[in-house]
């Protein structure tokens, strides 16, 4: 249970509130690289407000404010040139860096334009993703977690969801959800709706565990049966500080990312690899497919018979920003609390002038960052991946029966091998 | 039936500390948790005794068994720990 003050406090993303501040240190990804290349300007919208990103001839990327500085009209709708982001209203041009470079209808001899500069941000590609910074100089390096550069077959499911995006960042700091929420929970809907839910999650939590380091929060679970040699205690899994939850097994891996759009509002991007071990030839991907969610029906209800169907019903039915002046926390959420504890910890940093976690200044530990993630997933071996692609999100791809081709001739070619043929 | 506490009204004794949010209404299902919290809520660290409850900290509430605790974290000395409303003080039970 929190105050609303703190509720607020930790909730508002917008410019000049003190989680804005400290969510604006971060890179985020705002579109597919494919949509910049279908089309070399797109608006997009990050922490409460918009951004027109582009992308040049050259391949590179910019990000200036929506708005032009001269009468508002939006470059969203403006003319991508060599040096930036010309509006399509006046012609006035924006560098990469905001400066104004041309004012057509000026005089030429006019000064003008030197005293008029967009807001401007920073833009790259990584993986398949356009990402941007949009916080104060200097910038920090766009960190190279390790699923963004890791070879594989890349899958990118998504979903507009209209809820505050921390109540799902909570939510990857809450392993007892996952025995109810897609144990039992989808077990009784199987049986209603006739089909067969995932065992392997409806095991039972005997302790859960969290452990604070550089990029976030390791949860650990130990499940009824297990030891604490498994992965799943041993190994864990991290909530990355201050939008990701790091995730995989049994070939898949994965980053959970939620966006900050608004303060009501968070593109999740489940941001696939699949990659597993003894895939005789890993396909290659001229263009990595991205596809939409659907997680209402017709009638407007929830679609929860599948997993992030069921996650997403969790946190869109707290409601825009739920209100936890009237929650009722038990033992079992420590986690939550812990990750409360580290968003206020980054808040006092940020206004202290430092740094807060998971700033990557060092090109030398950029190369590739690697996070701990289990590989075997709740014990289930191999089965884990056909059964996560099946009845999660993936039963959306349109290359779902290519990804179970691979990881079926992967486990053939595993089973050979270990057979000594 | 007691009268709801003011907000405000900590220096006398028994109110509600300061809160720029309305609380639940009255009859809201969880009024009286939101209530209680805001009365009950260490307002201090145990360290240094530094404010918590407000931008110099935070205070998070858990229920386990009988007992309320409270997450506390002081921004000021970085001390992090529970502290548990104890109604009655009991000492050893003997293992079944």
């Not at chain 1, 401007?120 to 550069?149: F, I, T």
């Not at chain 1, 976030?216 to 040699?229: T, Y």
């Not at chain 2, 009286?32 to 935070?58: N, Q, V």
Request: proline letters at 7%; hydrophobic letters at 40%.
């Amino acid at each position: 249970m929190l105050t609303a003050e703190q509720n607020a406090e930790l909730t508002r993303v917008g410019p000049g509130t003190p989680m804005g501040e400290l969510l604006r240190r971060y890179w985020y990804p705002v579109a597919f690289t494919r949509q910049l290349e279908e089309f070399p300007v797109k608006r997009v919208r990050l922490l409460g407000e918009n951004w027109a990103l582009y992308k040049t001839p050259d391949g590179s990327y910019g990000v200036v404010e929506e708005h032009c500085p001269h009468r508002r009209a939006s470059l969203a709708y403006g003319v991508v040139e060599a040096v930036g982001l010309r509006c399509g209203y006046h012609g006035w041009l924006f560098g990469r860096d905001g400066t104004c470079l041309d004012q057509p209808a000026e005089l030429d001899k006019t000064t003008f334009k030197d005293r008029v500069r967009a807001r401007a941000g920073r833009a790259e590609e990584l993986g398949g993703m356009v990402w941007v910074y949009v916080g104060p100089e200097p910038a920090p390096l766009l960190p190279r977690y390790d699923v963004y550069v890791m070879d594989g077959v890349r899958d990118f499911g998504h979903a507009l969801l209209p809820c505050n995006w921390l109540q799902i960042m909570e939510n990857a700091v809450d392993p007892h959800h996952v025995e109810w929420l897609h144990g039992r929970y989808f077990e009784f809907l199987g049986n209603r709706m006739g089909f067969e839910a995932p065992k392997s999650f409806q095991r039972r939590h005997v302790k859960v565990a969290f452990d604070e380091f550089d990029h976030g929060i390791i949860k650990r679970r130990l499940l009824e049966g297990h030891s604490e040699d498994d992965d799943d205690w041993a190994i864990g899994h991290p909530m990355v500080f201050p939008y990701c939850m790091r995730v995989g097994g049994a070939g898949i891996e994965q980053m959970q990312i939620r966006v900050p759009v608004d303060d009501t509002t968070t593109w999740f991007v489940l941001y696939t690899v699949h990659a597993p071990d003894g895939a005789p030839v890993m396909p290659s991907q001229a263009v990595i497919p991205d596809y939409e969610l659907p997680w209402r029906d017709e009638h407007g209800n929830h679609i929860v018979d599948y997993v992030e169907g069921q996650d997403i019903m969790a946190w869109v039915t707290q409601g825009p920003i739920t209100d936890r002046t009237v929650e009722h926390l038990g033992k079992s959420d420590v986690g939550i609390a812990m990750l409360r504890k580290q968003f206020k910890q980054q808040l006092a940093a940020v206004a202290a002038g430092r740094d807060p976690i998971a700033v990557v200044r060092d090109p030398a530990a950029n190369d590739r960052i690697d996070l701990p993630c289990e590989k075997d997933k709740f014990g289930a071996g191999a089965d884990f991946a056909t059964q996560w692609m099946n009845l999660g999100f993936t039963r959306y791809s349109p290359q779902l029966q290519d990804l179970l081709k691979l990881h079926t001739e992967a486990a053939e070619a595993r089973a050979t091998a270990a057979a000594g043929g | 039936m007691a009268e709801r506490p003011v907000a405000g009204a900590v220096g006398d004794g028994g109110g509600l500390p300061e809160d720029p949010h309305p609380l639940p209404p009255p009859t809201a299902t969880f009024a009286r948790d939101a209530e209680r919290h805001l009365l009950d809520a260490p307002r201090h660290c145990p360290r240094c005794g530094a404010a918590i409850s407000g931008p110099g900290g935070l205070v998070v509430e858990w229920w386990a068994a009988t007992d309320r605790v409270f997450y506390c974290w002081c921004r000021s000395c970085d001390w992090t720990g529970t502290v548990v409303q104890v109604d009655r003080h009991i000492g050893h039970e003997a293992a079944e």
